[in-house]
Nanobody, 123 residues
Framework: QVQLVESGGGLVQAGGSLRLSCAVS????????MAWFRQAPGKEREFVAT????????WHATSVKGRFTISRDNAMDIVYLQMNALKPEDTAVYYC????????????????WGRGTQVTVSS
């Protein structure tokens, strides 16, 4: 069983920055991929970025590439999402997720989820 707890969300003006954190605990040996997803009101959940638990290779969605960066603190088992140049359309609840599978981006491949943290970007 893997437990995930997100933090770092909040209200920010367009063009600003936030850093989200996801504290990972439990059966971390079973994890191969970590990811951030987001869900805006009235929309489906959307993939944002993934990171390999073993070699820290990353993959970012086109909509956030160049603005968001996923990373990992290996010693502390924390996954981060640095978000720069935020836009109103980035407003959503952001979720951290863990998968036993390699290099996956579909939410159906992720079996452990956090409760989410709200990010609101004002124009």
């Amino acid at each position: 069983q893997v437990q995930l707890v997100e933090s770092g969300g909040g209200l920010v003006q367009a063009g600003g920055s936030l850093r989200l954190s996801c504290a990972v605990s439990g059966s971390t040996f079973s994890i191969n991929t970590m990811a951030w997803f987001r869900q805006a009101p009235g929309k489906e959940r959307e993939f944002v970025a993934t990171i390999s638990w073993t070699d820290s290779s990353t993959w970012h969605a086109t909509s956030v590439k160049g603005r968001f960066t996923i990373s990992r603190d290996n010693a502390m088992d924390i996954v981060y999402l640095q978000m720069n140049a935020l836009k109103p359309e980035d407003t959503a609840v952001y979720y951290c997720a863990a998968s036993r599978s390699w290099r996956v981006t579909a939410d159906t491949d992720f079996t452990s989820w956090g409760r989410g943290t709200q990010v609101t970007v004002s124009s």
